[in-house]
T-cell receptor, first 115, second 109 residues
Framework: NAGVMQNPRHLVRRRGQEARLRCSPM?????VYWYRQLPEEGLKFMVY????????ESGMPKERFSAEFPKEGPSILRIQQVVRGDSAAYFC?????????????FGPGTRLTVL | KNEVEQSPQNLTAQEGEFITINCSYS?????LHWLQQHPGGGIVSLFM???GKKKHGRLIATINIQEKHSSLHITASHPRDSAVYIC???????????FGTGTSLTVIP
């Protein structure tokens, strides 16, 4: 059973470009969480999705960021018109069910560098 | 102020030493997790607990709900334990984790 997959592992973008980060949850997992880890800072929650639904996006910046988890395919975190401050490691995690007692399994992360 | 505070921020130990990492939180929680992040960046969940104590190999995690405090202990530490240890709490009013900034542990042979 493959773990959570994220790609690309490293992504370099110039200011103003778009960044698309992909997350394939573990088999059988229908809940996906995205987190951001800024340099020298802790992880911060961004968004929680179930298949075709955004459950909680309270941690997402209001502009330029969007996330989806379609019925088929990976979850996508999209950052439009990237700025240097978006440079960070972006982690996704998946769990099989909703609920606080369900362990989250983390992907290896995508390291975004904005030049 | 961060909802989750960890101490110490950095810790260096000699191989074989007993290590304690502390976590205090200010929000009501449903569960607390201890995570391990290796130098390569990957994150592994070590423990999930809502009361009492759990043990896995050389690792022990405890939580005191009344005092809003948890500790992670490593017995007989080893250089391969070198990593960042992160405390995360699941708040009881929403769907998200609150993370501490991590404790960077280095175990010297």
């Amino acid at each position: 059973n493959a773990g959570v997959m994220q790609n690309p592992r490293h992504l370099v973008r110039r200011r103003g470009q778009e960044a698309r980060l992909r997350c394939s949850p573990m088999k059988g997992h229908s809940h996906v969480y995205w987190y951001r880890q800024l340099p020298e800072e802790g992880l911060k929650f961004m968004v929680y999705l179930q298949k075709e639904n955004i459950i909680d996006e309270s941690g997402m910046p209001k502009e330029r960021f969007s996330a989806e988890f379609p019925k088929e395919g990976p979850s996508i975190l999209r950052i439009q018109q990237v700025v240097r401050g978006d440079s960070a490691a972006y982690f996704c995690a998946s769990s099989p069910r909703q609920g606080v007692y369900n362990e989250q399994f983390f992907g290896p992360g995508t390291r975004l560098t904005v030049l | 102020k961060n909802e989750v505070e960890q101490s110490p921020q950095n810790l260096t130990a000699q191989e074989g030493e007993f290590i304690t990492i502390n976590c205090s939180y200010s929000v009501g929680i449903s569960a607390l997790h201890w995570l391990q992040q290796h130098p390569g960046g990957g994150i592994v969940s070590l423990f999930m607990l809502s009361s009492g104590k759990k043990k896995h190999g050389r690792l022990i995690a405890t939580i005191n709900i009344q005092e809003k405090h948890s500790s992670l202990h490593i017995t007989a530490s080893h250089p391969r334990d070198s990593a960042v240890y992160i405390c995360a709490v699941w708040g009881n009013t929403g769907n998200q984790f609150y993370f501490g900034t991590g404790t960077s542990l280095t175990v010297i042979p």
